[in-house]
């Protein structure tokens, strides 16, 4: 563990860089106090040589301290650097400091034969600090009038010096150093995690709606672009002992990175300008993405690498050259977005091409300047461009999604004005419909009193009791009984198709029509031929079966007829027997003379019972009750034949309360789906 106090002033000359963009730096030629150290000479050599056999080595003039590894002879591995000077005056006896430019990987920094400093490892395997600027302090008492500098360069496949190198005062060439060092390395990490933070809401964006591919495509140029850009070009914040890869692996790992960066940055840029799905644009960019990857995974040394490295600028340049086609032509379409794209995608590219024409410069060796440099140290722009591009990007997509949120908030405020527009003319209608639906229930409340009064008051003899249910407030069902004066007694029932008002109103037109004629016509079967000469085409489609019989308690007789209606039960010692009786049409199903060609015409039929018989008239609904706990069972075929033979030997008043309290058990509390109606005739 590092001593909190080192840690301590690690951590404010990391932050110092920062102060001196608000101060005079003061580091003209006229107010600083260091020398420029020329007249390089070189020599190769070995890794294990000595300081002291590198002095006695014979040197030859070094040109330049780029692509120093083709200096490399057969057998060596290390380029020996040697530059004679002399010291002003007033720097000997001074705190002196060293700095070169950045140094391709590792070096040992040697003056007047003592070791000043060193970086990086000396192995082919690992690295450490690549790239990047060296500063070594010098002791007091190792200058002198005449000095020797020797420099111990090693690398693999790649010995570079990229700059000047410096010695003077520590304190002005510590200022320099912390000042290229934040603005060659330190930014670019902060802006890099400043860039990671702003693909937080495109990533929580895309996961809370997959269809948002751009924001799924921009999360990951972020993360391949500071994976890119924190190996290129930052070094670690902290100074390590172990070095921590290898420098193919990193070289792999960086270009990589570069290739997803531009592959996605291509797709997002597609979603974002909204150009039309073409799924043979997306795969050919997928595969030449992973042709360059699989280049790159396999090289098998460095020097492979940094050829195919050269190469894969060229689908680099063109997937810029596509999206700045792209943009233009939006432009073309009046697209705002695109003009803001413009701004910092063509800067970017140009800066692309400045960064990659000076790379190359320094391993080909061109005689070309760069725009910017530190002391003979080019400034590569890729990264702030990289990052200015992304954070313009941003903004803009902030910029989208906030004008989509004034639209969407604008479109709510409408939509709610319009709901509550609705909200009011629904509550108006709401409180029409109460309105209506109050003066309806009072009228079928008024309905119900009237059909209730249609059906009969009282039993016309006490061996005769009727029940009636209506499952709706009015109902189709209707019993009556017509007195005669010789003492027999006429008993209707008809159960009219369908519920409600419409049946009402036809049984209130049968009771009007028995009332009229019933005891006028002892014949059952001229009075269904009336009612049916009456009810035909006047009844809306509805239907109604019925039977009439007059029942002469003298002489037990019973003579009837039916039209489409079940038949009557007789209930005697010997069991429960159904009537047989002729096949017949409901009422106003038909003319009268067509029923009568159809020879099923109305017909009187007799019966003569012995007493202690009961005779039951019934409807529909008395038969087809459901059970309430299997709807698939019905009253007629699992308990009528035992209930009402359970019950044969009641009055007839208890028999049908006791028969409707076995068939509300049966069906659950007046859950019935037809009026329940039913007369029960005792035989005396």
């Known amino acids: 563990m590092k001593n909190p106090d080192k840690l301590r002033k690690e951590i404010l000359n990391r932050l110092l860089p920062a102060l001196l963009l608000f101060m005079p730096l003061g580091l003209s030629a006229e107010n600083t106090k260091t020398i420029d150290i020329n007249n390089l000479q070189y020599s190769p050599g070995l890794i294990h040589d000595s300081c002291e056999s590198a002095l006695t080595r014979t040197y030859r003039p070094l040109s ?6 083709k200096l490399l002879s057969d057998g060596t591995d290390v380029i020996w650097i040697k530059s004679e000077f002399n010291l002003p005056p007033d720097l000997i006896g001074k705190k002196l400091a060293v700095l070169t430019g950045k140094i391709i990987m590792a070096d040992e920094i040697y003056l007047n034969g003592h070791l000043i400093g060193k970086n990086g490892s000396m192995s082919p395997k690992v690295y450490n600090n690549w790239n990047h600027y060296r500063y070594y302090t010098v002791e007091r008492g190792m200058s002198r009038d005449r000095n020797i500098l020797l420099i111990k360069a090693f690398g693999v496949d790649e010995i570079d010096i990229r700059g000047k190198i410096k010695i003077g005062l520590r304190t002005d ?15 670019n990490f902060h802006i890099t995690i400043l860039l990671l933070s702003f693909s937080i809401f495109p990533f929580v964006t895309w996961i809370q709606n997959k269809k948002r591919t751009d924001a799924l495509y921009f999360t990951l140029v972020v993360v391949f672009y500071s994976i890119f850009s924190t190996n290129y070009f930052t070094s670690m914040l902290f100074d390590t002992s172990e070095p921590p890869i290898d420098n193919l692996l990193q070289q792999q790992i960086t270009f990589i990175s570069l290739n997803f960066t531009i592959l996605f940055l291509f797709l997002m840029m597609r979603s974002f300008l909204k150009q039309k799905k073409n799924h043979a644009v997306t795969a050919a960019a997928w595969a030449v993405a992973s042709v360059i990857n699989m280049f790159y995974v396999f090289s098998p040394d460095y020097a492979f690498f940094k050829t195919v490295r050269i190469f894969s600028y060229i689908p680099i340049f063109s997937v810029f050259a596509l999206l700045i086609f792209l943009v233009v032509k939006e432009i073309f379409r009046k697209n705002p977005e695109a003009v803001l794209f413009s701004l910092c995608l063509i800067p970017m590219f140009i800066i692309m091409i400045h960064d990659m024409v000076f790379s190359m410069s320094a391993i080909y060796r061109w005689n070309l300047s760069p725009l910017i440099s530190f002391d003979g140290g080019t400034i590569y722009f890729m990264s702030y461009g990289g990052s200015l591009f992304l954070i313009v990007f941003s903004l803009i997509a902030t910029l989208r999604y906030t004008n989509n949120l004034k639209t969407i908030e604008n479109m709510n405020r409408s939509l709610e004005k319009k709901i509550q527009e609705r909200t009011n003319e629904l509550f108006l209608e709401k409180n029409k419909l109460e309105n209506m639906n109050y003066r309806m229930l009072k009228e079928l409340d008024l309905a119900r009193k009237i059909q209730e009064q249609l059906m009969p008051a009282y039993s016309p003899a006490e061996f005769i009791s009727s029940f009636y249910f209506p499952v709706s407030q009015v109902g189709g069902d209707l019993y009556e009984f017509i007195e005669f004066d010789d003492g027999r007694i006429g008993i209707f029932i008809s159960d009219v198709s369908g519920h409600g008002v419409p049946s009402a109103f036809i ?16 014949d059952p079967s001229v009075i269904l031929v009336k009612l049916n000469n009456i009810l035909h085409q006047n009844t809306g489609g509805h239907y109604i079966t019925a039977i009439y019989g007059i029942y002469d308690p003298e002489i037990k007789y019973f003579r009837y007829s039916t039209a489409g209606h079940y038949p009557p039960l007789i209930l005697s010692e010997d069991g429960c027997v159904s009537v047989e009786i002729q096949p017949s049409y409901p009422l106003a199903m038909m003319s009268s003379e067509k029923i009568r060609k159809s020879n099923k015409n109305f017909q009187n039929a007799k019966l003569f019972l012995k007493p202690g018989n009961k005779l039951l008239l019934f409807t529909d609904g008395f038969i087809d009750a459901k059970s309430g706990t299997n709807p698939e069972k019905m009253f007629q075929y699992e308990k009528m034949n035992e209930v009402l033979m359970k019950h044969s030997k009641l009055r007839s008043r208890e028999f049908t309360d006791a028969v409707y309290a076995d068939l509300n058990s049966f069906a659950g509390k007046n859950s019935f789906d037809d009026d329940i109606c039913f007369i029960c005739i005792d035989v005396l």
């Open 507 to 522: 049984t209130l037109m049968i009771k009007a029509i028995l009332l009229e004629t019933g005891n006028k016509i002892d």
């Open 64 to 69: 330049s301290t780029l692509q120093m590894e």
């Open 173 to 187: 060439l510590e200022k320099e150093y912390k000042m290229m060092h934040f603005f060659t390395e330190q930014l």
